[in-house]
């Protein structure tokens, strides 16, 4: 039997580093806030393989999609679907904090501490969340450990790979992965009385972007101090209102550790409750 196939309409708040793949080379697991059902909620879209992308379809985030999608074998949270690759549509961009948080205030915040509690009670329970930053203790910037050795045979795998001319576009054959210089975790409080602080790593594309982009002629330290820059001193201003995007793994035995895979930073007034 087929799976229903549902059309569904997306703003895109999280786009993932790209992982070894050996179906495609590599992939990249992305999230959003699906807004064509009775209430806005999370979608979490995988794979998209943006290497076999071409241009025109190749959304960035705040971008508003829609794509056909339908639920997966493999992936049992209850956000995860499967994307049609072929059918994306990119329908709009949301450039004004403001009019991105029209649609992210609209689901309900939540907290590390009780994404972790359910997660670990419930296999069902959320596996996304929108999560009020209270306080950061730290951002750890260290040299990328390499890749697992499962990802080391996704990586050999993938490199018998024919080209694939998913669009019909006449790609050719993308650059390799490259491997980040640099990973970031963050030690940070949420809201949640009592909380003990977590630790969860930034899986944000922008931060592999940035290294590959700006920072391939500095130093290590001047390096680190340009990711501190843009993923501490920027998003953590005294104007901004901070939450993180977080995800679980698929992996059951870890369910109960969320990383951080975007950050949420409009300044307080366009976060701001609007009074009409
Ligand atoms: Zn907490």
Known sequence: MNPRVER??????????????????????????????AHPEWIRLYPF??????????FKKYDVIEVDVHR????????????????????????????RHEIVGKVAPTSTCELHRAALANSQAPSLGVVPVASVEKLEI????GWTEAQLKRIADAENLAPLDLFGDGM????????????????YHCFADGCPSHTGQLLDWELGELQRRHLLNLSDDEAKGEIEKKFLTQKFASHRE?????????????????SILGIYAPTQA???PTLF
Request: net charge positive; hydrophobic share 35%; aromatic share 12%.
């Open 49 to 58: 393989p943006f290497r076999w992308m071409p241009e025109r379809v190749r």
């Open 242 to 258: 901070t939450s993180f995007f977080v995800g679980n793994f698929g992996d059951k035995v870890k369910r109960g550790s969320f």
């Open 72 to 99: 997966g074998t493999r992936d049992d949270r209850r956000e995860s679907y499967r994307p049609d690759i072929q059918s994306i549509e990119i329908v709009d961009h949301l450039d004004h904090w403001r009019h």
């Open 142 to 145: 260290v040299p990328f450990v």
């Open 172 to 187: 050719d054959t993308p650059p390799e992965l490259q491997a980040p210089r640099f990973t970031a975790r963050y030690r």
């Open 8 to 37: 569904a309409r997306v703003l895109i708040t999280v786009k993932a580093a790209p992982e070894p793949s050996s179906t495609y080379g590599d992939t990249v697991c992305v999230a959003g806030i699906r807004t064509d059902g």
């Open 270 to 272: 366009d976060a701001a």
